[in-house]
């Protein structure tokens, strides 16, 4: 199997589970060795850009039978400074690959990574794969939207290409620019700021998922005989609001802080609650998340010391 952005939060979890189930990675990444997480676990390491269409025309595809397509910009904030930026990576890291495997005839089943925030949030929950997709989101997101229709137009031509649809997944790892990261490092910080943070609005309610939940489900749509379909959500099927998080992490840390409301961090059309629906893939494949919130917050917090 060949993991792009295999040096990322996911693709290091990702090749840990490959291992175990005893596949033969091969990892891609644009820095100049894998990180030290993944020693022992990669076949073969290859440098590439993905952007450069000279550099993944030579990557070795013969003999793949799995693609999974991780790389590419996921920091939503991120993208609002540099939407041109966001579209061309998200889009162009798939279909540069995919256009080398057209070239050459090579059919693998590629799974390509979108994101749950496709999904117009206005609208009956939880949400499913046939639920509306947005028409108007984050810069993120709608380069996400142009990725998923650049890929059905390779799936149109006959390539073996299987969308999904991740929700907010958290876990042992993940660095700053998401939600569980960033409570914490202000907790950290907090000790020296008069115990005292700032947050936006915490009532929000979102659908959070172990990553290593996540990759058994993308781990099991590579080993899948057959599949159904063309996408597929993963996602816990519930939500949980920030503050129970926050809850969660200060009885984890052992911290007493005051916790106060920035307003610049508040978003003034912010929806209230978003959750998405698993039933495809626990009908197909038998997957369903199984790694309580509490624990994954409890292995997230012993890795940063």
């Not at 290091?12 to 676990?41: C, F, N, Y």
């Not at 450069?52 to 397509?69: H, M, R, T, W, Y």
């Not at 639920?131 to 149109?156: C, D, H, W």
């Not at 959750?275 to 292995?299: C, H, V």
């Amino acid at each position: 199997m060949l993991v792009t952005g295999v040096n990322g939060f996911v693709g290091k979890h990702l090749a840990r589970e490959l291992k175990e189930q005893g596949d033969e990675i091969i990892g891609v990444g644009r820095e100049d060795r894998p990180s030290s997480e993944l020693k022992g676990l990669l076949a073969d390491y290859y440098i590439c850009d993905l952007m450069d269409q000279a550099a993944v025309a030579k990557l070795p595809l013969e003999g793949v039978n799995v693609v999974i397509s991780l790389a590419g910009l996921a920091r939503v904030g991120d993208s609002f400074a540099e939407p041109e930026k966001y579209k061309a990576v998200n889009v162009g890291v798939l279909t540069n690959l995919l256009a080398v495997l057209a070239d050459r005839e090579l059919k693998p089943r590629v799974i390509a990574i979108s994101t749950g925030t496709v999904y117009d949030p206005n609208q009956r929950l939880p949400l499913d794969e046939e639920s509306k997709l947005v028409k108007n989101g984050s810069p993120y997101t709608l380069s996400k939207i142009a990725m998923e229709q650049a890929a059905q137009e390779f799936r149109n031509k006959g390539q073996n290409i299987v969308i999904v649809r991740p929700f907010n997944h958290i876990g042992p790892g993940q660095e700053e620019g998401f939600l569980v990261p960033d409570l914490f490092a202000k907790l950290k910080a907090a000790k020296d700021s008069g115990n005292v943070i700032k947050v936006g609005n915490l009532a929000t309610k979102r659908d959070y998922t172990d990553v290593r939940d996540v990759v058994k489900a993308y781990a099991s749509l590579a080993h899948a005989r057959g599949l159904i379909h063309a996408v597929y959500n993963v996602c816990s099927g519930k939500s949980v609001a920030g503050k129970e998080i926050l809850g969660l992490l200060l009885q984890l840390t052992s911290l007493e802080v005051k916790v106060e409301t920035d307003t610049s961090l508040l978003r003034p059309n912010d929806i209230l609650d978003i959750y998405g629906s698993y039933q495809r893939l626990q009908a197909e494949i038998d997957w369903q998340p199984q790694i309580p919130l509490r624990k994954t917050l409890e292995d997230f917090v012993k890795t940063r010391g």
